[in-house]
């Protein structure tokens, strides 16, 4: 390609997009990004047209959650930039690999308060792993090399480029930045992968050591693709593990030595395995206050192995004993690597069959449980997720909105493969679901895509169902309706002496109405004898987007819970089970 050629910088900005393996593109067009689009026109790009900025943001998520590659969206400038601010906040706080583009005034508007100017720079600086104001159109290739370098390497996150309306129109003679222009270009910014010998070499000593340890698994090790070594090291030493909300599918589900989820919302045995635990091995997690509860009473008698490749993340909440530095995969491996050693070196590890039959008699006390529906009474809907569950073909990713319905999900469903779960953490974002499994089936569009979400949530987004139907995107909604914000509805309950304020939904919409008003099948359900026949039409149907609204019992709460700020070990069991609690000690 020759170095004389001439471009806009429009024109350069798709190509720099087009030679980073962009394929799809999620956006909605406005006055000062106009020119990126003309170009788009020639582009091997395709560009999905949202009805809403936020989501474009959310749809580029889900594409990164399944894929692991950065997802891209695409903005005007003023409101559709800060109606980015949520989705770039949520991947800031869930380390997803995310590159966004918005438009901004000419650079001789900026700071004259011109018509939708707005300082997205400024606005964004906290939300993204790095933002840029691009001023010359011969900086766009190298502003599009860094940030998607930035977006992948280190902990991943969301990166933003701010392009003015002239930057684009003006020319600029093309040159694309090597791999070492890259680098050089960011002097500080030397992410460390490989771990520090001494300290790896520390952590098998350690874990040969442990009497009762546990492998605590946070969404670093998807990030990472560390799934496989990771599970060499849980099966080499039987090691107990636990997945967090972000790591769900890390470890099969299905597998002897998983435990599910801890956390204010976890399975018994996870939440009181870490408390009892005289070992955390903490990969990719960073000691979140869901999972933790009150922090001085956190597995008061564990040391802490930390593996993350964030050095921020060491000691920010829990002083380890062994901080290790680095990308995750590479450091298990080393990690397992010394502890064949050891052990070649006649170094035995400890028994911890004691431990796994303790933790083991603890699963068999304290499954999850539910009242089951009685003849006559509103569906339980987690009857509703187990039913979705056991119909769902092979392969299916299932992408969950914010409340008691994401935790059903997590609970309820079976992950057994990493990338098949999709969902808001850090940040909680209700709204999340409906574009992010938009963007999640665009990016694997042979997978049944399942969003799980409540009729709260999905009164925030449901208007990107009409973006699934236009553009032949089609996946399938299953409505938890409690009408009530059920979540708070259950603080309310529990800890408010039942003040119910401001969380009734009843009466309005229709959902089935309004989900065939935006060109997909409605499906209502309000029996246990309707479900299996909804769920198999729902699942036979993949020529449009379907929506099954649950009609299920208001006041379900979710079980187990830690209330906020009280400690693991208070952990409130569901009434059935409360009295076995001597069984935890």
């Not at 509703?384 to 999900?409: F, N, Y």
Request: glycine content about 8%; overall charge negative.
């Amino acid at each position: 390609m020759s170095t004389k050629e001439t471009l806009t910088g429009a024109e350069a900005l798709i190509r720099s997009l087009e030679l980073e393996n962009v394929e799809i593109m999620f956006g909605l067009p406005g006055g000062c990004i106009l020119p990126a689009y003309d170009p788009l026109l020639k582009s091997s790009i395709r560009h999905v047209l949202v009805r809403h900025e936020q989501g474009a943001g959310h749809m580029a998520q889900g594409y990164a959650h399944v894929t692991g590659r950065p997802g891209v969206a695409m903005v005007t400038s003023g409101p559709a930039a800060t109606n980015m601010v949520t989705p770039l906040c949520d991947a800031f706080m869930d380390s997803i690999p995310m590159v966004c583009i918005t438009g901004q005034v000419p650079t001789s508007a900026i700071g004259t308060d011109a018509f939708q100017e707005c300082d997205t720079v400024g606005i964004t600086r906290s939300v993204t792993k790095h933002n840029e104001l691009v001023m010359r159109a011969e900086d766009i290739p190298m502003a599009v090399r860094q940030a998607f370098y930035i977006a992948t390497t280190g902990r991943p996150g969301p990166v933003l480029i701010d392009m003015p309306k002239d930057v684009l129109q003006n020319t600029m003679t093309w040159h694309w930045p090597t791999d070492e222009e890259v680098v050089d270009s960011l002097p500080g910014y030397r992410p460390n992968v490989k771990g520090h010998p001494k300290m790896i070499k520390e952590a098998a000593k350690l874990i040969l050591a442990s009497e009762k340890p546990v492998l605590y698994l946070g969404g670093g090790v998807l990030k990472a693709r560390a799934a496989e070594v990771v599970k060499e090291l849980a099966e080499l030493l039987q090691i107990p593990v636990v997945t967090t909300l972000m790591a769900r599918g890390a470890f099969p589900d299905k597998h002897p030595l998983c435990y599910g989820m801890p956390g204010m919302h976890g399975t018994a045995t996870a939440i009181t395995a870490m408390q009892k635990s005289d070992l955390l091995i903490a990969l990719g997690s960073r000691f979140d206050d869901r999972v933790t509860g009150k922090v001085n009473s956190f597995a008061q008698d564990a040391k802490i192995i930390h593996v993350d490749i964030d050095p921020a993340e060491q000691g920010k909440v829990r002083k380890p004993d062994v901080p290790i530095v680095g990308d995750c995969r590479q450091v298990v491996e080393e990690i397992l690597k010394a502890i064949k050693e050891l052990m070649a070196e006649g170094i035995s590890a400890t028994d911890i069959t004691p431990w796994r039959s303790r933790v083991n008699g603890w699963k068999e006390q304290f499954p999850l449980t539910y009242d089951m529906s009685g003849p006559g009474d509103k569906l339980k809907p987690q009857f509703c997720l187990e039913k979705l569950r056991d119909a769902a073909p092979e392969g299916t990713i299932v992408v969950s909105g914010v409340g008691q319905h994401q935790m059903w999900a997590s609970l309820f469903w079976e992950f057994n493969e990493p990338y098949t779960w999709v969902n808001s953490g850090g940040l909680g974002t209700m709204g999340f679901s409906v574009p992010a499994a938009i963007g999640a089936k665009a990016a694997k569009p042979d997978r049944t895509v399942w969003a799980i979400d409540g009729d709260g949530c999905f009164q925030m987004t449901a208007q990107e169902l009409v973006t699934a139907t236009t553009e032949g995107i089609h996946v399938k909604i299953a409505i938890m309706n409690n009408t009530y914000l059920g979540m708070v509805r259950q603080w309310q309950e529990m800890f408010y002496g039942q003040r119910y304020s401001e969380v009734d939904l009843a009466g309005c919409p229709d959902f089935v109405k309004w989900a065939e008003a935006m060109g997909c099948v409605g499906i209502r359900v309000e029996s246990v004898d309707e479900i299996d026949e909804a769920i198999a039409l729902a699942n036979s149907i993949n020529d449009r987007s379907v929506v099954v609204e649950f009609r299920v019992e208001e006041f379900e709460k979710v079980f187990p819970m830690v209330p906020a700020g009280a400690s693991n070990d208070e952990v409130l069991l569901h009434p059935n089970q409360e009295s076995r609690r001597e069984f935890l000690k």
